[in-house]
């Protein structure tokens, strides 16, 4: 319990700290202060809670891990590697290549609970791919575009 509450409180902390004050209330201190740290507390709680009542039908927390890790970090690794690789991509042409790639990410993600009368729509792919194919979609969608807006401005 004591790591579990250590937990609720460091998230509160780092909440209320780091992003509450910084970006909406400066001023924040006192009482107000600690009020919203009971609150975010009461809130992280809830969240640990609820996620823990999610994983009660899940069968391994590590097949779980690799799922989400295949949903979010496929989107940042791709970007990372566009804007290390590719030094004239634009922000633009970034923004549509993580739109196209979550797009890719989403479907493979969730195609295969489609039903039955979907069966052509499904991804044939493993579920640990997701990671794999998003990255390649969002750098490689990143570097076409790139590539075009180059040809089309020689034209």
């Known amino acids: 319990m004591s790591t579990i509450s250590s937990g609720m409180n460091a998230c509160a902390t780092v909440f209320t700290k780091d992003i509450y004050q910084r970006y909406f209330k400066p001023g924040l201190a006192g009482k107000a202060e600690l009020k919203?740290?009971?609150?975010?507390?009461?809130?992280?709680?809830?969240?640990?809670?609820?996620?823990?009542?999610?994983?009660?039908?899940?069968?391994?927390?590590?097949?779980?891990?690799?799922?989400?890790?295949?949903?979010?970090?496929?989107?940042?690794?791709?970007?990372?590697?566009?804007?290390?690789?590719?030094?004239?991509?634009?922000?633009?042409?970034?923004?549509?290549?993580?739109?196209?790639?979550?797009?890719?990410?989403?479907?493979?993600?969730?195609?295969p609970q489609l039903p039955p009368a979907y069966d052509s729509f499904k991804s044939v792919l493993h579920i640990n791919m997701v990671i794999v194919i998003g990255t390649i979609t969002i750098f490689f969608t990143g570097v076409l575009l790139t590539a075009f807006r180059k040809e089309k401005a020689m034209s």
């Open 36 to 111: 919203l740290l009971y609150i975010s507390t009461v809130i992280f709680g809830v969240i640990g809670l609820g996620t823990g009542l999610a994983m009660l039908g899940i069968k391994s927390v590590l097949d779980i891990w690799w799922q989400l890790s295949g949903i979010f970090a496929g989107g940042m690794l791709g970007l990372f590697l566009l804007g290390i690789m590719s030094k004239k991509t634009k922000s633009g042409q970034a923004i549509v290549a993580v739109i196209v790639g979550i797009l890719v990410i989403l479907w493979l993600t969730f195609s």
